[in-house]
C-alpha cells in the first residue's frame, strides 16, 4: 500500500476517491464540450444530521443517459463482491434500484476502490442493488463493467457513461 494512504481513515479514503471521480468528470465534461453534466450530493454523513441519506454521490447526465453513481473505498478488500454487505446500505440498494425503474435511460453506478492494490472496479448499480436486496446472493467478480488502476478512472468512467 502507498504511504499516502497508511494514514487515512476510511472517511478520508472515501473523499480521496471522490475526488478522484471528480476530477475524471471535469476532464470528461472538458473533451465532451459540456455534453456531461454532474452534481455531488453533499455528504449526509459530514453534514451530522441535519440532512437526509441522499440518494447517492453523484448525479451524471450525459448523451446515454441519467446515472446516479456511488463511491466505495477498503483498504483491504481488493473487490465489492468481497465487501459488499459491509460497504453498501439498504437506502443505497434502494435509491439504485428505483432510479433505475424510473426511466429506461436512467441507470446506477457503482465506483469501488481497494487502496491496497490501487484498482478501481466500475459495477452496474442494478446488478449491485439486486445482490445485496437478494439474501445469500453475492456479486460474481465476472460481472464487474469496468477494472483498472486508479491512474486510469476518467478512461473507465468515460467507458461506462459515454
Known sequence: MKPIYEKMTNAQLGAH???KIQGALTGLKRENNQHLLSHRFYDTK???SFLPEQPADYLIGSPTGAYLLE???SFRKESLAACLSNAVSGGQAVHAKLWCRTGPNNKS???FFCAQTEIVEIWDGALVADTF???GARLSRADVMGYGSLSKLKDLLRRALL
Do not use: N, T
Request: net charge positive; proline share 0%; aromatic share 6%.
Open 17 to 19: 476517491l471522490e475526488k
Open 133 to 135: 436486496i437478494q439474501s
Open 46 to 48: 459530514s453534514a451530522g
Open 109 to 111: 453506478l457503482f465506483v
Open 71 to 73: 463511491a466505495k473505498a
